[in-house]
């Protein structure tokens, strides 16, 4: 404690001295020792304080410029993904136009405004009805020519198709390119059994099938089906082979009506 002390008292004379002494030489000298050696200190001290609020005045403005920058990389990918879908529609368009004129003036163009599954199987809901000349029987094809099924209801303004291959539709067939004619039946989920080919028919997996209609033109007849196997000639007068739907019924905007004739 007495210690403590002496050394309080020394300080506070040293202090006394230097504030009331400061002008006689050796004291004076004393204290521009002291200055001089804690200058490099205090110089370093100040720009470290002089940096460190130079940080705090960039660091929002940093934040800010990241965060312009993120709307402006949202901003462009929006932008990008509206340029492809504009496309991707405007080619969809002159698919159709392409179609209609190789089908003739008699084809209808509408535009598919629902998708739906039920129990039966597929349908789509398409935007021209009795107005626009549609009639129950009536093909529907898509942009590529590929038969998607057929007209089963009409009204004004809308018009249901059944998707080719649900269960319990069956319809003649053709194959590609040799012209030889069976049976295709719908079985559901886009598949289908082709029935009642001759066996003396020759054909492939991934070879197509066409369907036939008295109703239409030799032009208009839609492919409708890839045969998915070799076929199973089952021992008897006739064979089956597996086939899958050509069309994508989920994935269309835009089809095609064949009126009958």
């Known amino acids: 404690m007495r210690r403590k002390l002496i050394i309080a008292g020394i300080a506070g ?3 006394c001295v230097v504030i009331f002494a ?3 030489t050796p004291v004076y000298a004393l204290r521009t020792a002291v200055m001089r050696a804690f200058a ?14 130079a940080w705090h005045d960039l660091a929002p403005a940093e934040e800010e410029d990241c965060e312009a920058c993120r709307r402006h990389e949202q901003a462009r990918a929006i932008a990008e993904a509206e340029l492809v879908e504009a496309r991707a529609r405007q080619a969809s368009l002159e698919r159709a136009l392409g179609l209609k004129q190789y ?3 008699s084809a209808i163009p509408a535009r598919v405004t629902l998708y739906a599954r039920h129990v039966q199987g597929e349908m789509l809901v398409i935007d021209a009805g009795d107005e ?17 099924g057929d007209i089963a209801e009409t009204g004004v303004g809308f018009s249901k198709v059944a998707i080719a ?17 069976a049976l295709a039946r719908g079985i559901g989920a886009r598949a289908f059994r082709i029935e009642l080919i001759p066996q003396d028919v020759s054909f492939h997996a991934g070879d197509f099938v066409r369907r036939i209609s008295k109703d239409m033109r030799s032009g208009e007849v839609p492919l409708v089906a890839r045969l998915a196997d070799e076929g199973d000639s089952g ?18 905007e835009r089809v095609m009506i064949i009126p009958s004739l």
């Open 13 to 15: 004379l040293l202090f």
């Open 22 to 24: 400061g002008s006689w």
């Open 40 to 53: 490099p200190v205090m110089s370093a001290m100040g720009r470290t304080g002089r940096w460190v609020a």
């Open 103 to 105: 089908l003739g003036p």
């Open 132 to 148: 626009t000349g549609a009639h129950v029987g009536d093909h529907v094809v898509d942009e590529e020519g590929f038969l998607v």
């Open 165 to 181: 291959s649900n269960t319990g539709i069956a319809f003649p067939v053709s194959f590609v390119p040799s012209g030889a004619e």
């Open 235 to 252: 021992g008897g007068a006739f064979k089956k082979a597996g086939a899958i739907l050509l069309a994508h019924p989920e994935r269309l």
